[in-house]
């Protein structure tokens, strides 16, 4: 047998040619296993075989006419295919070959076979790198991809962002999250902020100790000046009440209530109502005694022809009066005012009856007036009767009468 071979390794092209006189031949690169190691691919040629890169290429020698007619006919075998390597004959021309359709290719498991024209590639997934034959995830994070935190996954990242964030729809910026719309536990009322929010109370509440809940504040706790009389304490607020008799003047104080002139009395006809502090009295209309006749509205006399009105005043006044409790002292209460002057006449004015605890004196102004004062403080409900005289001297007619003003006088419950 004689075979000869020329290679031109620069170029990765093989030339064979070879005169066969033997019938048949051994193919070592199907019986030998591993024949070629590495990146190397086996060749088959009579009397041998090549291993050679799997880009060379192996044309056939043509056959000079001396040789034709020693050659015999052979057994088909790859080593001579007419086409390129990763090309295979196709009729009178070369097909690429799908080296990863036909499972030709030495890509590891987790890489992906891309078929070229006359080879193939192995391809890694994204998110991996190709190093040596193997694929390497790739560490996103490293290149600060995410505005907050980045964690690695194999083959891929993802972004998290820190508390009162949420990642945005590019999957790597972070943007507030309005934890107000997303049920913040705040009991009342709620302010977002950023990364963060607020719980705030509406008036009249306190903000609990875990920022969230809202307590009631017991306004009436605070002083006992929040009301007149009486404060109430409600959920987020507070209100003043007065005592019967008395009704709210604007929030805090209290004003009485005048019965008299609102109807809301029950003195008969034969009655006049008088108003006092928290109530009303009902008082006869003809205040009058014997031996004192009603002249007028209010006012008595006794007339000098009786012989029972000599030791009497000649006339009496009837006054009605309400005073609050615990009211400041001395305080001026009553201005007494002498209706009848005669003249030459010297008037004096005293408490005549009813200051039996001596809780009121006069002090006289002029000739013709004087006050009455209380001297002491008073708590009611209480009242009195006092009868305060005005007794005339005329030394030029060796003459003397006196007039007596009987008050009233209605101390209220309160000092309101």
């Avoid at 047998?1 to 690169?29: G, M, R």
């Amino acid at each position: 047998q004689l075979a000869f071979c020329i290679a031109v390794l620069s170029s990765h092209i093989f030339t064979f040619s070879s005169f066969i006189i033997q019938k048949h031949y051994i193919n070592e690169c199907e019986r030998i296993t591993d024949a070629c190691q590495g990146e190397m691919k086996c060749f088959n040629h009579y009397g041998g075989y090549l291993c050679l890169p799997r880009s060379a290429s192996v044309i056939t020698a043509p056959e000079s006419p001396s040789q034709s007619q020693l050659h015999m006919t052979v057994e088909s075998n790859e080593a001579f295919n007419p086409c390129p390597v990763g090309y295979h004959a196709q009729g009178e021309g070369c097909a690429d070959l799908d080296e990863c359709e036909l499972d030709m290719h030495d890509c590891q498991p987790s890489q992906t076979c891309i078929n070229t024209l006359g080879s193939f590639s192995c391809q890694c997934p994204e998110g991996y790198s190709k190093i040596g034959l193997e694929c390497v995830d790739i560490d996103e994070c490293r290149y600060r991809y995410c505005q907050h935190r980045c964690v690695n996954i194999p083959g891929t990242f993802s972004c998290e962002c820190d508390p009162g964030f949420q990642v945005a729809a590019n999957n790597r910026s972070c943007v507030d999250v309005n934890e107000c719309e997303m049920g913040a536990p705040c009991e009342q009322r709620c302010y977002n902020t950023y990364g963060t929010f607020l719980c705030r109370c509406e008036q009249g509440y306190d903000l609990g100790p875990d920022g969230y809940s809202c307590n009631d504040i017991d306004e009436c706790s605070y002083s006992s000046y929040m009301c007149q009389y009486q404060c109430v304490n409600d959920p987020g607020k507070f209100s003043c009440i007065c005592p019967e008799g008395y009704q709210l003047l604007g929030t805090r104080l209290c004003q009485d209530v005048n019965e008299c002139e609102n109807g809301l009395h029950q003195c008969g006809a034969d009655q006049s109502c008088v108003n006092i502090h928290g109530g009303y009295q009902c008082v006869n209309s003809n205040h009058c005694q014997e031996p004192y006749i009603q002249v007028a509205e209010n006012r008595c006399t006794c007339p000098l022809m009786k012989p029972e009105c000599r030791d009497l005043p000649y006339s009496i006044v009837h006054r009605y009066m309400s005073i609050t409790s615990d009211r400041s002292v001395p305080s001026d209460i009553f201005h007494i005012q002498a209706t009848s002057v005669y003249p030459g006449a010297y008037n004096t004015f005293r408490i005549r009856s009813g200051d039996d605890n001596g809780d009121f004196y006069i002090r006289q102004i002029n000739n013709v007036s004087a006050m009455l004062v209380l001297a002491r403080a008073v708590t009611g409900p209480r009242e009195y009767t006092l009868d305060l005289e005005m007794v005339s001297v005329n030394p030029l007619m060796s003459y003397q009468t006196s007039s007596s003003l009987r008050l009233s006088v209605y101390v209220g419950p309160y000092s309101f």
